[in-house]
């Protein structure tokens, strides 16, 4: 018995063009942007329903500011402002980066203050130490006193607690299958889309449209 | 995790051709045994105080082998007559390997006999009790920590006049040192046998609470580098070691666990996020403390919770310099650690396979 086999050489010529997009839109910078970007939004979701559950804030930063609140929103609404940029090897990454604006009526950028979120830090609170951080500490404790909050005397520092948002959210992020149904959104759009799409000229943009 | 060591533990060789020592080599507790056999078939007979192991789902110890060529069995644990051989496949080379007996049908014990199987051989042994797992808590990990890290500060002064019990003020014979700060945590050595930790309230001396012990001019005041964790407040010490719990992922995540008898079925339950961070007015410290966790402790340590060690991973590190707002420097550390597994299904072993044919007929 002969078997005959018909092979038609546009199917074939189509398959291989679109094995080629995928492969160059999966290694592209922009689905990587993208990633990086629904990371960001996220993030932002999760924090605004609490989501993302950080140390609520002090009675004391309760107090000073008024009513309760999501402690990152007390630096100007921090979440929004995470970035998202191309880096080396078509990759990308969401974050605070260097030459970030002062925050509005602050004293300290975007990127320091998502820092010290995730540290946690100490603010002085004595005169008692002596030096600069006396003078600051004087200052604080006087401001805190005319706001109705009477720090002990042995109280040297205000201690504020590291609230490492970003990592909490990247692990939910990553367990949640976020991560993949962004890899397949973006798949499926730039299948339809005109292969220079795909490492379009602006990829930020890009990356953003999805 | 419940853990406990067996009670009143007693070895004793089996001849003149069995050394025992407590080990000085290496050690996870510092309560571990060397035991040195110079001949095969001799042994070691730990006893202890009899304990029911019903209730209990393993024999845990760990085991530390100097270096042997041998393919074959190389010693063995007998308990109730039962044998469990022990060859290279089942150590780690030039580590603390962590082993397993299933107890659940042992009953009651009250010996352990640990025979050479070769003609020359150096065994050590540590930590060696029965456990049961149970649900780890967020605070049993912190205390793991606190009691596995240690950082030295490295600076000391003398008191410059004698102090007597319920003093609330000591005097330093460096008083501008900018290595004391006002909430420093001081340890006294009176050069014999009395040392005590007290806290400062004032750089100048003033103490958090009065002091219990005499002390004379001259006796060392070394600044220690204390590790806490959340039990603190506003009185946080400078410089510190802080552990935090900043997250707690709920998680069922399936894995097998190899005993040398028997195989189980566990799920981790839990992926915590653990910040350790040090804190410290001056940065030249600071620098000097970020060396010696990064050589101690850094990407990947291990650390004994509910007598099994567990490994706990970096996840990222910052490190935050002194800022407007007038904080100290501060190296912050994340880690990411899955508590031991609960148990699922106790599988054993199988001894005897039975399958029984029976034919339902020819065609």
Redesign the interface.
Known sequence: MNIGVKINEKDINDLAKELKKIGKIIGSTNLQLHRAKRFKDYTVEMLSGKGVD?NPISDATRAIQGGDHNPLYNTGDLARKMGVRPVKGNAAEAGYFENSPLIPDK??TYT?AA??A???????A?A??GG??GE??AKVRAWLHDKGIH??K??????V????FM??SY??YM?SGEDMKAVDEFLEKMMTAPMSDANAADPLKMAGEI | MAFTEFAAQVFTPSSGLVTISNNLDTSIDGSSKKMIFESENESVTLSFTAIDLSDWEEISFHVFLKDQMTDGDIFRFTIDGTNYDFSRDDLRTGKWTHILLNCVEMGTISSIVITSLVADLTLMIDYIGYRRVTYTSAEDVIKALKDHINLDYDYSTTLSADVEAGDEEIALTDTDSEYITDTSVLEIDDGGSVTETVELNSRSGELSAAIVNPFSSGDEVRVLCPVRGEDYDSAEPDPICGIKVYDITPMKEDTIMTAKNGVKLKQYLANLGILIYIDCKSKTKLSQLIMEFNFKYGEEFQFLLDGERVDIYLETSIFADKEKIGNNPRMAYYYRLQPQPYLLVDFGYIDDLTLTVESLGVE
Do not use: F, N, V
């Open positions: 950080i004293d300290i320091r820092i010290l995730h540290t946690g830090y100490r603010i002085p004595s008692e130490l600069r951080e600051k500490g720090l002990k042995s109280t040297h520092w205000l201690i607690p590291a609230r490492p990592l909490r692990l939910q367990m």
